[in-house]
């Protein structure tokens, strides 16, 4: 039932992600189309319409891409091998055919992360942990200069905007995954301390800020004493936060167009996206409607924003759903038309076949309702004969939403079922959900994939004899937590890149990362009992499903090791695991022939454990 070609063309279905404008009449965009995401162009208007050119040819991918205020350069990143210590470029030229690329920053040891060009188009600023590897402090950086520090904490700091004259640098300090605070620096006066401006102490996030055009007012989204993230203002004079609706799901990303009289955001509505532009001055709110229910602002491992031309009357987005692969989208202001720009190709394949998911929900342990994401292969007939897979997202703060993933279009090709629950803990859903599975509650997660398996053990359409649980990073901890947990449930479990041993996880994971995930996971001192009791390491014992551990060898985040002394466990007492580790990849399978290797393997190992025969005989 299965080969490499299958999966090939699943894999060679492409994306195109993160635009931005070249000013009115071009946009500059990211896609994979050669296997790593590279950096193209193409023109919005007359001739060069519809035409896209690659700008950049290199191995590993682009992470990122930026442009300045006049949208006349372009600032990218890259990194090198999945180690996401990303490194900064500057792209010049015409944008069309002719680009000159020059390095701006080359530190391969030292994690990176963009913040925003000034004003002027001269410098930039970022963070890095080029002074200590666990914390991150902020630079700015003159294009024909060298990196600048301009403040540094033991924390991790990220860069959010210069005020529009060049004077204030917003950066935001991260308290937790969850929860952060904004400051604002005076680089005409270093001496002095940035100023804070949230003060409140609890766990509120700030995102997406901007300033208004005069300097005096942030926009922003916050969840500061809210259940969901909504629009707001900040007066920067008196720190007062002013919310200008009060939406029952999550603003996840906005955009203030150049001008300064409008708003474009975004609302995760159950997982998928609508998309408003407000005007700043009457209130006024229009929804750009004609996109399929799916998600507007990116893919993968990036969350790209409404992005505005020059002119601040056009605005650009990346578009996909269950059933549309990632493309460019323009819409007009002007007439309110909106346009795809770009065509990404399909593999061949034919997209009236992909599937295109329910949102259902399910009752767990305690009554709570879990949202889910259900997949059906087509022709499913309603007998209890089909086998499935239990799809859990990584994160823990993730959520599974209504956008384009080959390789579960591509399961489902091989006439698998997928369940994908947004288990407690899930983002999307509001802060009280998401805080249901903060360190102690940890196991009610789990528990959330018991029930998971229950509901569909009695939907009509699982064979609950044949239920794989399958994940990864912190998806392939929660799979190696239920198959230890609730081993009679499972028929083979895949952990890609997953956490085995949380307490060697939290000692050795990038140093970066330790403070942001301790009111998470537990603290690896003050609760290093409790992090091994939910280690699965210590639970290898009780396993009885067929086990598939995947990894990259230059992971950043979860160390290899997770995985090694995971799959020497299982071969000490000879349970079936098959094993495949990338020397290439670090978090995340990014290349296509890895990928090519990859998944046609991990569907062999599901076909081997769940067909009707393999059942029989277990």
Request: glycine share 8%; hydrophobic share 35%; aromatic share 12%.
């Amino acid at each position: 039932m299965s080969s490499s070609q299958d999966i090939a063309a699943f894999l060679n279905v492409k994306n195109a992600i993160m635009p931005i404008f070249a000013g009115t009449d071009r946009v500059l965009y990211l896609s994979d189309i050669t296997g790593t995401n590279q950096i193209y162009s193409i023109g919005t208007e007359g001739d060069s319409a519809g035409w896209p050119y690659q700008l950049t040819f290199f191995e590993d991918r682009v992470t990122g891409l930026h442009a300045n205020q006049q949208g006349t350069a372009f600032i990218f990143s890259r990194d090198r091998g999945g180690d996401e210590q990303d490194q900064f470029y500057l792209l010049e030229g015409d944008f069309e055919q002719v680009v000159t690329i020059r390095t701006l920053l080359d530190t391969p040891a030292h994690k990176n992360n963009f913040g925003a060009w000034r004003p002027d188009g001269q410098a930039y600023c970022f963070t890095s942990n080029r002074r200590h590897t666990a914390f991150l402090d902020v630079y700015v950086q003159a294009l024909d200069g060298e990196p600048e520090l301009v403040y540094q904490a033991d924390e991790t700091l990220n860069a959010v905007n210069f005020s529009p004259d060049g004077r204030y640098l917003l950066f935001r300090r991260a308290n937790t995954n969850l929860s952060d605070d904004l400051f604002l620096l005076d680089l005409n006066d270093l001496s002095q301390p940035p100023r804070q401006l949230t003060h409140l102490g609890g766990s509120f996030v700030y995102g997406s800020a901007e300033f208004s055009p005069d300097g005096k007012t942030l926009y922003l989204l916050s969840d500061q004493q809210r259940d969901f993230s909504n629009l707001a203002t900040m007066d920067l004079a008196s720190g007062a936060l002013t919310f200008l609706n009060d939406r029952p799901w999550d603003s996840e990303v906005m955009a203030l167009s150049p001008d300064g009289t409008k708003l474009a955001y975004e609302v995760n509505e159950a997982g998928y996206s609508r998309l408003f532009v407000r005007d700043v001055a009457s209130g006024e709110e229009q929804e750009v409607t004609g996109f399929p229910r799916g998600i507007v602002t990116g893919i993968g491992l990036w969350t790209s924003l409404p992005v505005w031309s020059s002119d601040s009357r056009q605005l650009a987005v990346s578009f996909n759903s269950p059933v549309h692969n990632a493309d460019i989208w323009v819409y007009s202001l002007n007439n309110g038309q909106l346009r795809q720009l770009t065509f990404s190709p399909r593999g061949g394949l034919d997209a009236r076949q992909f599937g295109q998911p329910e949102i259902v929900s399910y009752t767990s342990f305690d009554g709570l309702e879990i949202p889910a994401l259900l997949f059906l292969p087509p022709g499913t007939p309603k007998d209890a004969s089909t086998p499935f897979i239990l799809f859990v997202h990584g994160g823990p703060e993730s959520q599974t939403r209504l956008g384009w993933n080959p390789i579960l279009q591509y399961y489902l090709s091989r006439g698998y079922g997928i369940l994908a629950p947004n288990v407690r803990g899930s983002s999307g859903y509001g802060r009280v959900y998401l805080a249901l599975d903060d360190v102690r509650k940890r196991r009610d997660s789990v528990a959330d994939l018991k029930s998971a398996y229950e509901w569909l053990s009695t939907s009509g359409y699982c064979d609950p004899a044949r239920v794989a649980v399958y994940g990864g990073s912190y998806g392939g901890f929660m799979v190696l937590m239920a198959v230890t947990t609730y081993p009679e449930l499972w028929a083979a479990g895949v952990d890609i890149y997953g956490i085995g041993n949380m307490l060697t996880f939290m000692e050795k994971t990038s140093p970066y990362r330790l403070k942001l995930r301790t009111p998470e996971y537990g603290d690896p001192v003050v609760d290093r009992d409790f992090l091994i009791e939910i280690s699965a390491i210590h639970k290898v014992d009780q396993i009885t499903a067929p086990m598939m551990v995947v990894h990259g060898e230059r992971d950043p985040r979860v160390p290899l090791a997770e995985s090694e002394q995971m799959v020497a466990a299982l071969r000490k007492r000879n349970h079936p695991v098959e094993y495949k580790v990338f020397p290439d990849e670090g978090h995340g399978i990014a290349k296509l022939k890895n990928k090519l290797e990859l998944y046609p393997a991990i569907g062999d190992f599901l076909d081997k454990y769940l067909s009707k025969t393999s059942v029989a005989v277990k």
